[in-house]
């Protein structure tokens, strides 16, 4: 869990700088800048509606965005778009996981791969058989429609979907909304998991007690600003973030 | 009305209940997908027949010039673009496939003189020059407003129709043309005459409904289209963007009008502005359908097509009045029985 701090061959997968995005009038984000590096996990937490969901849409492309991007030390211009970023290697776990409901377990990984087959690769299948080790239980339910999952099997798909594409770097949206306890401990467990793969993760979590736990560094944003920043370990000590975020259990 | 009469019209009914069935998947297809109500559909099917109508009498036909016009206008769309965002490199596909492509078709057809040509290759030929239409359609007419409200869409397929069956009229003239026979076999059953035309529209009907099955079902750019009429956003987030899933439900449903127009021009005299009616009764069928569901959209195009052939025996002047007031009886029932669904 504790990388080194500034290890000089640590590559940046993606820096942001300066970054706002507007609803109309309504600024939702302001001058945000934050870092994630290659095999680090990154976690934002933050209350309801403090633009955690409008952060990780902006990247992904689906919002225009002012400020910098800089993603693989290429920065993204205007004319940047989903299937462009999904094409380098960034990939999203939406906060409502957006399945293919009415399609088998198995077709929805597939078309994880969807992108890398048209790009002329052909390893779909070895990459499911990863994602099936990862998630056995999306082996036991290969052949079901995805609509008929429980929550924490649709969680699963979700992460294992966008895991059929090979990420670089991999947006996880509240991956622990709507589940219980125990099937967050096992989503999260998997998360740190990835980690090993040498994917980097920025983790957006309202459950800040579970995202501490697993990230290396974390940003606490709060009304579309970001207030705190700092090592997990260190975030999770501090009086602000335990008195707004972790409650009593903190200090344990 | 006797047996013999009743099986005559059902054998009709059902023969053009095919083709209304396979019209009616396109128009499923292309509203799944890209939220489009595709009024042009039964141009394509007049495009089509007329085509091939044209290589057969040894002209050139004018759909030619269409693609040729509307390749050059992608080009020019297209080469912009990437010149605006300095990819160089991407500028000769976009020249050699919009241009290029139509070119040398243009070329080959003006070389050989098409009517001593193999009736095979006229059809392919004929398939060649008004498939690619619909994709480049799409890219004209649609993808620029392709996030706009279903009904805006409608606006457009309007604007897109009326402008094809003028450019129909402009191509092809005021009179109607028939192509010979694929065959001339028939089959006697009973005291029926089959006519081989006949059951050849019904093979090739159901062939092209089992390939399009095995396409959506069993190839991933087939379950990518479905992934992107269940869910937009998911799709775009696979990398699989809604220009590319545009692009190819209108080739699929460019390619099943056009095929539908080829096979049903020996049975049918077909003018510039004939497909308009063919397409709008595989709309009721896949108004049947709900614009949701393949085999009720199909089944329902079968009963429109039986409903047609036995009401132009009882009330012929009111076959098409009978036809499209089964519209309502369809939309009131389905609007009692299904829950409303709030578009995303």
Redesign the interface.
């Known amino acids: 869990m504790s990388t080194l701090p500034e290890q000089p061959e640590r590559t940046v997968v993606l820096e942001v700088r300066g970054l706002s995005v507007n609803y109309g009038k309504v600024e939702a984000l302001h001058g945000l800048a934050l870092k994630v590096h290659r095999g680090e996990i990154v976690t934002v937490i933050g209350p309801n509606g403090a633009g955690k969901t409008t952060l990780l849409s902006a990247l992904i492309g689906l919002l225009p965005v002012r400020g910098e991007i800089v993603y693989l030390g290429e920065r993204q211009g205007a004319g940047r778009s989903v299937e462009q970023l999904v094409r380098q290697g960034m990939t999203l776990v939406p906060e409502k996981r957006e399945l293919f409901a009415e399609m088998s377990v198995e077709d929805n990984l597939l078309l994880g791969a969807f992108d890398r087959y048209r790009a002329g690769h052909r390893d779909h299948l070895e990459t499911m058989d990863q994602v099936f080790d990862t998630f056995p239980r999306l082996m036991e339910r290969r052949n079901q429609m995805a609509a008929t999952l429980s929550g924490g099997e649709r969680q699963m798909l979700a992460m294992g979907r966008a895991l059929m594409a090979k990420p670089r770097l991999l947006l996880l949206d509240e991956p622990s909304l709507g589940l219980a306890p125990l099937v967050i401990k096992e989503i999260f467990r998997t998360v740190a998991q990835l980690k090993r793969l040498g994917v980097a993760i920025l983790l957006v979590e309202q459950n800040a007690r579970a995202a501490l736990q697993v990230a290396d560094y974390g940003y606490v944003l709060e009304t579309g600003e970001l207030s705190l920043e700092g090592p997990s370990s260190e975030l999770s000590m501090d009086r602000r973030v335990i008195e707004s975020y972790l409650g009593l259990g903190g200090r344990l | 009305m006797d047996l013999q009469i009743a099986l005559l019209l059902g054998q009709d009914g059902v023969t053009n209940g095919a083709i209304y069935a396979l019209l009616a998947l396109a128009l499923v297809l292309v509203f799944a997908v890209t939220r489009v109500i595709f009024i042009p559909q039964g141009e394509f099917v007049a495009f089509g027949a007329l085509t091939l109508a044209s290589l057969q009498a040894g002209r050139l036909p004018g759909t030619v010039w269409l693609l040729l016009a509307m390749g050059t206008l992608i080009a020019l769309i297209e080469g912009a673009a990437a010149l605006r965002?300095r990819h160089f490199r991407r500028i000769p596909l976009i020249l050699l496939l919009n241009c290029g492509a139509p070119l040398l078709l243009a070329g080959a057809l003006v070389a050989v003189s098409s009517a001593s040509l193999p009736l095979l290759v006229q059809v392919f030929l004929a398939l060649l020059l008004v498939v690619p239409l619909g994709p480049m359609i799409y890219r004209l007419a649609y993808q620029p407003v392709a996030e706009a409200s279903v009904l805006v869409l409608l606006i457009v397929s309007v604007a897109v129709h009326v402008t094809l069956i003028g450019i129909g009229l402009l191509f092809f003239g005021a009179e109607g043309s028939r192509t010979p026979s694929f065959t001339e076999v028939s089959f006697e059953v009973g005291d029926v005459l089959l006519q081989g035309q006949t059951l050849l529209v019904l093979v090739a009907s159901v062939l092209l409904i089992i390939a399009l099955y095995f396409f959506f079902e069993r190839t991933?750019y087939g379950?990518?289209l479905?992934?992107t009429a269940?869910?937009r956003?998911?799709?775009?987030?696979?990398?699989?963007?809604g220009s590319l899933a545009g692009m190819l439900s209108f080739t699929l449903a460019a390619s099943i009008g056009a095929f539908s127009g080829i096979l049903i021009s020996p049975i049918t005299t077909i003018y510039y502005d004939s497909g308009f009616l063919i397409g709008l009764k595989g709309f009721v069928g896949a108004i049947i359908g709900g614009l949701a569901s393949y085999p009720v959209a199909a089944a329902g195009a079968i009963l429109v097509g039986l409903l047609e052939s036995y009401s132009s025996f009882w009330a012929s002047a009111f076959k098409e009045v009978i036809v499209f007031t089964l519209i309502i009886p369809v939309l009131l029932w389905r609007s009692l029985t299904t829950r409303h669904v709030e578009e995303e």
């Open positions: 965002k991933i379950k990518a479905r992934a269940m869910n956003t998911g799709a775009r987030l696979m990398g699989i963007s």
